[in-house]
């Protein structure tokens, strides 16, 4: 085969692994069909890596092979990790993949041929935004795995000496662009723009966190769309680009889904008003049920609406939620589940999880869907979640979450609320749905108590 013809034959590679990564996006925007999503990406990212090593400019695989097998020694446990771990995960994938595109660029700088003015900015660029996502995403990572405080750590002028160390890092990529032959302010270029991106995190609380991983996705993929341009590889720029916008995408929906603007996750200190909020709450009585009564409200109800949060998840209960769904629709009870956008702890949490249990898709309702229905709703069961269905976001005009769409339970004829204890959820402020006369509190884990009423309800059954 003539080195043309091989080179056409891997274009065409390359076009099939764009086409699979936009088909992947586009399949991964619906519960029904995200399983292909997630096999397309992995083709399409399998592909773009066989034709990359059947280039003709792959002079030895050695380091290759001996990198693949790191990568997939790191790999491999990461994807292993229980889901409630996964947005921690995302962060540290993120944390490596923007780790590879700055030292792809550093090498470049290094080894590769002399750099004119214009590549010379393509990588100065490209190595500021991969180092400062590289520090950012692994602060993210240590705030959601708490091994590093989870409240926004802020002083006095933080965002002038942030500004201007990132200014900093830029105005020696201007200086590398006038003279690219200036090996010693590289290195120092990295190491402010590596600076830059602990001091761009470590103000941002634990609550915005999912928001900034998925705006830090952004950023690694601006990064490798760089690189793409560094390296004149167009299947990088194009998976650069889809990664940049869909994360830039995913970061505006969780906004508006928690009614906060961009400025106000990156410079709000959001962790703080929790605090506040959380020292001034009163002391009211509330109404508890044990899995017997609240198997016999179930029994009675014509339609239920089950509400899952993030405590769903950390319990395991979504195959026990299931068999509770099997039950009560044995019976003819109409169960349908409330699915509010930031539920959980990632985009789509509770959807997965729902999905892992095999509940069928039609029976997930989106909040603005579900939420004119809750007054005609007989119970409203939420299960480990809080925040989702805080009215207070309706009526209190200085809750920190004053504005967030919820779910509106408050509405339906009975309230069931499954949880632990009074706790607050992640916004760390109390919830005035349990102190309504309407709602009943079941207090336990949320596994063994829904399979308690699972018990109850076949018990009365048989
Ligand atoms: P939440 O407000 O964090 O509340 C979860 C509740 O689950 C807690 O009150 C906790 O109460 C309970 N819980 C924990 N473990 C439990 C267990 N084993 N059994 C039973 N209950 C348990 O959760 P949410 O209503 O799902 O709201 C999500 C929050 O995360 C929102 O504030 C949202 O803005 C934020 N957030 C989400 C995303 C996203 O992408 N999904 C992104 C950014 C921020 P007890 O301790 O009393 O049991």
Known sequence: MTELALQQYLDFAYIVAVVLFVLSLKFLSSPASARWGVLAGEIGAALAVIVTLCNPEVAQYKWILISLILGAGIGVPL?????TAVPQRTALSHALGALSAAMIGVAEYYVGTAPTRFEMG?????????????TGSLIAAGKLQEILPQRPIV???????????LAGALGLAVALVVNPANTTLFPIMVIVALCFGILLVTPIG??????????????AGVSAALLGFVLNSKVLVVAGALDGSSGLILSVIMCKAMNRSFTNVMFGAFGQVQASAAGVQEERTVRSATPDEAAGILAAANSVVIVPGYGMAVAQAQHKVRELYDVLTKRGVEVRFAIHPVAGRMPGHMNVLLAEA?????????????????????VALVIGANDVTNPAARTDTGSPIFGMPILDVDKARTVMVIKRSMSPGFAGIDNPLYYLDKTLMLFGDAKSFVNSIVHELTGTTH
Not at 369 to 377: A, K, R, S, V
């Open 155 to 165: 002083y006095r002028g933080q965002n002038i000496v942030s500004l201007s160390v």
């Open 122 to 134: 393509e990588i100065a660029l490209e190595v500021i935004i991969g180092s400062l996502t590289f």
């Open 358 to 378: 095999d509940i069928p898709y039609d029976r997930l309702i989106e909040m603005d869907d579900i939420n004119g229905d809750f007054p005609q709703t007989d």
């Open 79 to 83: 994807g292993l990790v229980h889901m």
């Open 206 to 219: 634990g609550a915005d966190m999912p928001t900034v991983i998925s705006l830090l996705n952004s950023y």
